[in-house]
C-alpha cells in the first residue's frame, strides 16, 4: 500500500542538491548509490509516516495510499524527507531554536496537525 509521496528532485529543489548530497553522507566512504538509497529510505519513512497520519483520519482511511499527490502534500514530504536526512547530522542546531530547519519543522509539524484535525483537507479520490 506503499506510495512515495515526494522524490530526491523535490528535497533538491526544497533544500538546494548540496545539502542533500551532505545530507544523504554519514560515513566518507558512502558512494552515490549509498547516499541514493538513504534517500530513497527517507522518502519511504516519511511517506509511510504520511500513511500511519491518515489512516486515522476517517476521510482518508479507505483512500490510500492518497491520488493525486498535490504539490503541497509533495512539498510536505519533501521537507519531511530532508529533515529526516538533516537529523542524523544534527547537533543542538536542530533544537527549537530560531532558524530556517527548526521553523520548517514546527510548520510541518501544525500543517500535519491540520490535516489530522481536518483543518486542511487532502485532495484525494
Request: charged content about 25%; aromatic content about 8%; proline content about 4%.
Amino acid at each position: 500500500m506503499s506510495s512515495a509521496y515526494t522524490t530526491s528532485s523535490a528535497i533538491s529543489a526544497r533544500f538546494g542538491s548540496e545539502n542533500l548530497d551532505i545530507w544523504s553522507t554519514l560515513a566518507s566512504t558512502d558512494d552515490a548509490t549509498a547516499k541514493a538509497n538513504r534517500v530513497a529510505l527517507a522518502i519511504a519513512v516519511v511517506s509511510e509516516d504520511l500513511n500511519e497520519i491518515l489512516r486515522a483520519v476517517p476521510a482518508y482511511e479507505s483512500k490510500l495510499p492518497i491520488d493525486p499527490i498535490s504539490d503541497n502534500v509533495n512539498d510536505k514530504m519533501a521537507i519531511a524527507a530532508g529533515l529526516w536526512l538533516y537529523s542524523f547530522r544534527a547537533t543542538d542546531d536542530y533544537a527549537e531554536t530560531p532558524g530556517y530547519l527548526p521553523w520548517l519543522k514546527r510548520d510541518l509539524l501544525t500543517w500535519i496537525e491540520e490535516v489530522r484535525n481536518g483543518k486542511r483537507k487532502l485532495d484525494v479520490k
